[in-house]
């Protein structure tokens, strides 16, 4: 009977891996098997020039409830938009993740921002026609910010914005406002897996007063 001595024995084990080991080929190419083309997103922000942004919170007044008390709306960043042509101002605003909008009208000169009581880091407002639901309501909206200088800016651009509109009034803006189709932005990032929770949550607009103080936003 013959022995193969441990040497030999050293060679076939090299020589079984060697027949396992995989090439890689950098060659390799898959062709998908659809091809999908690109989709222009409209956000209908085309024709407007953002001239402030700022993270915030958003709260409304609802008089519904009973009683009738302050209720999340959402965070995120509020924007200025001025249009190009007639110069009017329109605050858009979306939550954050879900960017779903949650304040959406022009800035007109007849709104008057006051400060929220015991607080000077929110202010409060009254808007004609919001089309955050896609149809046109009327709002009392409150907005806190982080710091008391970033509120005192927010009030400083939102008295020059009421200075650079035009002089339409409220109803014809409010029709401007809702010949625009609200659109989710083309670089928003997908929700986490928790995006159907956190939507829920916005859409229960969790009970919150605007006069007391909040998490840090």
Same mark, same amino acid.
């Given at each position: 009977?013959a022995?193969?001595?441990s040497s ?11 027949k396992?080991e995989?090439?890689?080929n950098?060659e390799?190419?898959f ?8 989709? =222009?997103?409209? *956000? ?7 001239i402030?942004?700022? $993270?915030?919170?958003? !709260? $409304? ?10 209720? =999340? $709306? ?5 924007k200025?938009?001025?249009?190009k042509?007639?110069?009017?101002? $329109? ?12 304040a959406?009208h !022009? ?10 009581a ?7 407002w009254?808007?004609?026609?919001d089309?955050?639901? &896609? ?5 009392q909206l409150?907005i ?11 009030s400083e ?11 339409e ?5 409010a ?5 625009l ?5 083309p670089?928003? &990032? ?5 995006? *159907? ?19 840090? *936003?």
């Amino acid at each position: 009977m013959a022995c193969t001595t441990s040497s030999e024995s050293a060679n076939i084990d090299v020589r079984n891996s060697s027949k396992d080991e995989v090439v890689e080929n950098p060659e390799i190419h898959f062709e998908p098997i659809v091809k999908l083309n690109p989709v =222009e997103l409209k *956000t209908n922000e085309e024709n407007e020039e953002e001239i402030f942004r700022m $993270r915030a919170k958003l !709260y $409304r007044f609802d008089m519904e409830a009973s009683p009738p008390e302050w209720k =999340e $709306r959402g965070v995120g960043d509020v924007k200025f938009l001025r249009h190009k042509n007639s110069n009017n101002v $329109r605050l858009l605003m979306r939550r954050e993740k879900t960017h779903k909008i949650c304040a959406n009208h !022009y800035i007109t000169k007849d709104m008057s921002l006051t400060p929220s009581a015991g607080s000077d880091k929110a202010w409060v407002w009254t808007v004609q026609a919001d089309f955050a639901d &896609e149809e046109a309501k009327v709002e009392q909206l409150a907005i806190r910010f982080k710091t008391a200088e970033d509120a005192q800016m927010f009030s400083e651009k939102f008295n020059k914005c009421q200075s650079l509109s035009s002089n339409e009034d409220a109803d014809d803006l409010a029709q401007k406002v809702e010949g625009l189709t609200v659109e989710e932005t083309p670089n928003a &990032e997908p929700a986490a897996d928790n995006s *159907t929770t956190e939507e829920a949550k916005d859409e229960s607009e969790t009970s919150a007063s605007a006069d007391k103080e909040a998490a840090e *936003t």
